[in-house]
C-alpha cells in the first residue's frame, strides 16, 4: 500500500473515531448554521483537526483544502481535499449515513483516495492505477448494460440560490424505467456506492470539492465514468457531476441533455 494512502487511512480512522465518540451525545454539542440548512458542529471541526494533524505529522509541506479550515496552499505537487463529515444533518439527526472523505492530488490530478464510513466500519480506498478496494476486497461499478432498471441516487437541492425547478427537469428526466432513485444524504458515499456497484449512477449540481474528489477517483478506478453534464471534464470546478458504469453514464447523459437543453 502507499505510504501515502496510508496516512489517509489513518487519518480518517482518528477522524471517524471523534465522530463515532460523539454520536450518542449530540445534544452536547456546539452547533452553528454556516447558511441555511448547512450545519457545522463541534464534531467537524475537530475530526477535521485530527485529519490536518496526522497529514502534517507526516508531510509538512504539502497544501490542505479542508471545508472548515479552508486552503493552506504551499509550492508542493501534492494537495490534500478534506471533508471530515460528509453527511453533517444526516449525523446530528442520528441517521447512519455519513463519511470522512480524504482525497489526494498530485500536480492537479486525483492521484490517492479514501472515503470511511464510521457508523459501519466501511473503508472505501483507491490510488491512480491501481484500483479500488472496499475493506481490502477489490470492487468494481455494475455491469448493467443500460438505465433501464438501474438504481440511481441523486442530492436535492436545499441552499439558498440553487435552482430546483432545474433539479426537478432532470429528476424527471431520469426517473421513467428505472429500479427508482435515492437522496441518502452524503454524496461521497452516493460515489463510493457507484464504485462498490451498489448504485448503478449518480448525479448531483453544484457540489465543492471536498465533497466529491475521493468519490471520483474510487468510481474511475472502479472501471466507472464521471463527468459533468455535457460528459466533460468541469465537474471539479463547477460541482455538476455525473458518474455511473459505463454504459449507465451514457444514457444518463442522454437523458440530461433535453432537460438542460430546455434551460438554454
Not at 145 to 166: C, E, F, H, R, W
Request: proline content about 3%; charged content about 25%.
Amino acid at each position: 500500500m502507499h505510504p501515502m494512502l496510508n496516512t489517509a487511512i489513518t487519518a480518517a480512522r482518528k477522524a471517524g473515531d471523534i465522530i463515532s465518540r460523539y454520536a450518542d451525545r449530540i445534544d452536547q454539542l456546539n452547533i452553528k448554521e454556516k447558511e441555511q440548512s448547512d450545519f457545522v458542529s463541534q464534531v467537524d471541526e475537530m475530526a477535521e483537526q485530527a485529519i490536518i494533524e496526522t497529514i502534517r505529522t507526516a508531510y509538512k509541506d504539502h497544501s490542505i483544502l479542508a471545508e472548515e479550515s479552508g486552503h493552506d496552499k504551499t509550492d508542493s505537487a501534492f494537495e490534500w481535499v478534506i471533508d471530515p463529515l460528509d453527511g453533517t444533518t444526516n449525523y446530528l439527526y442520528g441517521i447512519p449515513q455519513y463519511g470522512v472523505s480524504i482525497a489526494l492530488k498530485r500536480d492537479g490530478k486525483l492521484y490517492q483516495s479514501v472515503i470511511y464510513a464510521p457508523y459501519n466500519g466501511d473503508l472505501f480506498t483507491a490510488s491512480k492505477g491501481q484500483g479500488a478496494t472496499l475493506n481490502n476486497r477489490r470492487i468494481r461499478v455494475s455491469g448493467r448494460s443500460s438505465i433501464a432498471n438501474a438504481l440511481l441516487v441523486t442530492g436535492i437541492p436545499y441552499k439558498t440560490g440553487q435552482d430546483m425547478d432545474l433539479y426537478l427537469k432532470t429528476l424527471k428526466a431520469m426517473a421513467p424505467k428505472t429500479a427508482g432513485i435515492r437522496r441518502p444524504g452524503a454524496a461521497c458515499l452516493d460515489l463510493a456506492y457507484v464504485a462498490a456497484g451498489r448504485y448503478d449512477g449518480f448525479w448531483e449540481f453544484d457540489l465543492n470539492q471536498w465533497d466529491i474528489a475521493a468519490g471520483v477517483l474510487l468510481v474511475q478506478e472502479a472501471g466507472g465514468l464521471v463527468g459533468d453534464f455535457q460528459s466533460g471534464d468541469t465537474f471539479m470546478e463547477n460541482g455538476n457531476i455525473v458518474a455511473a458504469s459505463p454504459k449507465v453514464f451514457r444514457d444518463m447523459i442522454k437523458r440530461l441533455h433535453p432537460a438542460l437543453k430546455s434551460e438554454d
